[in-house]
């Protein structure tokens, strides 16, 4: 049974350029969750999704930063014109459906390394 | 809201020797606590869990965790260390009914030979 899977492992991009960074669930898992790790700091919560929803992106950058779960395929983060504080690692998770919210184990991927020149 | 404290950002240690990392949480509801390691340049795996119940946790790799109401924490403890397990841990806590994790800063775990 495969994990999450991300990819790009590593990125970079020059400023001003665009990011897709992409999640796929561990299979039977329909919820995702996005975080992100600045250098020496831990992980922070920026949004959660099912299938073809948005539930919370409180966490999310009001400007630059989307978030989708498509009924097909994989979930996409994206940052538009990238800079130099967005370089990070960006960890997707996912869970199973019908838990008892809160106490589900989320799974991580290995991380994408966003680095923008 | 919770926040979770790791007062130790790294921790050197002697193989075979015992090891705590402590964590300290806050929240005005119940919650559910997590122990992540994260080994260099890989994602998190999850080593335990409080969701209720008995408060001593058992883990993978021989790591146990108690979970302390009166004084708010999840410290983490290994009776013996291997080289192996030089890593970064993370506490993390979740309420009920919220979805988002909410993250230490990270204990740097080192271990000497």
């Known amino acids: 049974n495969a994990g999450v899977m991300q990819n790009p492992r590593h990125l970079v991009r020059r400023r001003g350029q665009e990011a897709r960074l992409r999640c796929s669930p561990m299979k039977g898992h329909s919820h995702v969750y996005w975080y992100r790790q600045l250098p020496e700091e831990g992980l922070k919560f920026m949004v959660y999704?099912?299938?073809?929803?948005?539930?919370?992106e409180s966490g999310m950058p009001k400007e630059r930063f989307s978030a989708e779960f498509p009924k097909e395929g994989p979930s996409i983060l994206r940052i538009q014109q990238v800079v130099r504080g967005d370089s990070a690692a960006y960890f997707c998770?996912?869970?199973?459906?019908?838990?008892?919210?809160?106490?589900?184990?989320?799974?991580f991927g290995p991380g994408t390394r966003l680095t923008v020149l | 809201a919770q926040s979770v404290t790791q007062l130790d950002s790294q921790v050197p240690v002697f193989e075979e020797a015992p090891v705590e990392l402590r964590c300290n949480y806050s929240s005005s509801v119940s919650v559910y606590l997590f122990w992540y390691v994260q080994y260099p340049n890989q994602g998190l795996q999850l080593l335990l869990k409080?969701?209720?119940?008995?408060?001593l946790v058992k883990g993978i790799n021989g790591f146990e965790a108690e979970f302390n109401k009166s004084q708010t924490s999840f410290h983490l403890r290994k009776p013996s260390v291997h080289i192996s397990d030089t890593a970064e841990y993370f506490c993390?806590?979740?309420?009920?009914?919220?979805?988002?994790?909410?993250f230490g800063t990270g204990t740097r775990l080192k271990v000497l030979a």
């Open positions: 999704l099912q299938k073809e929803n948005i539930i919370d």
């Open positions: 409080y969701l209720s119940g008995s408060t």
């Open positions: 998770a996912s869970s199973p459906p019908g838990g008892l919210a809160g106490a589900d184990t989320q799974y």
């Open positions: 993390a806590v979740t309420a009920s009914g919220t979805y988002k994790y909410i």
